[in-house]
């Protein structure tokens, strides 16, 4: 591709996220009483897309918003949308001017623990970083996509990653890593199953939860417990998937989404019969895991981001 051909429209597609492990710690006040966390990411392929287009200078932003399960976005501030934060974020560090379209086609369920808005606001960078063709490198990305929120960063590269600090220190973690490869032998990748749900869960909610109550015994995320006080139909949903095969079947995050790796087909086919039969999730979606971020220009090839 030339160099003198400028973008006007770039298109990204982000994995949602889930925490393999999420082991949380003390509230810090240096973070804003945000709790010290020790997790484990992993992206399954669950996407948001977001298509980024010039705009005429002087112009502003624009957002639309499509998907079938909007929850409360469609009626929320679009000043407050998480992938406008990141538009102005990163036009402020990169000094531009905000004069784009954006485009969110959401397919991950909103306030379920998978990360949609941090999806959308890490496809926003990426289609940015293209589009005024900044070629920052995915480093200095994430640190402007640590100034809006611990998931984001690790949303820019997708695959597996550990996070520590307050979630957004990535320490991204390779295919052939030993770490991974252990991952892989006990399961934890290839497919998914996610019981999503109608209700959403408000993060903070879930914390104050956790902070009267703590962690579940023997629950690899601490944050389970207080999520299925919050929202029972999840510990059902985790105890049918167990039953009918699945290797691991844990809440995601905050929930109140459910995730299960699923051995086989045969299994998979007789968790989402399990949980529409008792009606324990609303929602049955398959994905596999780990996934990564896509990015597509309108003046050039397709390609994948990898860390």
Request: with cysteine; hydrophobic share 45%; charged share 20%.
């Amino acid at each position: 591709m030339s160099e003198d051909v400028p973008h006007t429209t770039i298109t990204v597609s982000v994995p949602a996220k889930t925490n393999l492990t999420l082991h949380v710690g003390a509230p810090r006040a240096q973070w804003s009483g945000r709790h010290e966390l020790d997790t484990i990411y992993c992206a399954i392929s669950v996407r948001d897309t977001v298509t980024a287009t010039r705009k005429r200078p002087g112009s502003g932003f624009s957002l639309a918003i499509d998907g079938d399960h909007l929850g409360d976005l469609a009626s929320s501030d679009l000043r407050r949308n998480h992938a406008v934060l990141a538009l102005f974020a990163l036009a402020q560090a990169a000094e531009r001017e905000p004069d784009v379209a954006l485009h969110v086609e959401k397919t991950i369920p909103v306030g379920a623990g998978l990360a949609g808005g941090s999806a959308d606001a890490a496809a926003t960078l990426l289609a940015l970083n293209t589009l005024w063709d900044l070629h920052w490198p995915i480093a200095r990305l994430q640190e402007v996509a640590a100034t809006l929120g611990a998931d984001m960063p690790f949303c820019l590269t997708g695959g597996f990653a550990r996070g520590t600090g307050f979630g957004e220190r990535i320490e991204h973690l390779d295919e052939d890593c030993e770490t991974v490869r252990a991952l892989r032998d006990r399961g934890y990748a290839g497919n998914v199953l996610v019981g999503a749900y109608n209700a959403q869960l408000s993060t903070p909610d879930v914390y104050r939860m956790f902070d009267q109550i703590g962690a579940g015994a023997g629950d690899d995320n601490h944050l389970q417990a207080a999520a299925i006080r919050l929202h029972p139909r999840s510990g059902e949903a985790i105890e049918a998937a167990i039953q009918a095969g699945a290797r691991h079947a844990f809440v995601s995050g905050s929930g109140p989404s459910v995730i299960a790796f699923t051995p086989t087909a045969a299994i998979a086919q007789a968790v989402a019969q399990a949980w529409e039969r008792a009606r324990l999730v609303d929602r049955v979606i398959a994905a596999h895991a780990p996934a990564y971020p896509h990015i597509t220009s309108a003046v050039s090839t397709s390609y994948s981001v990898r860390q």
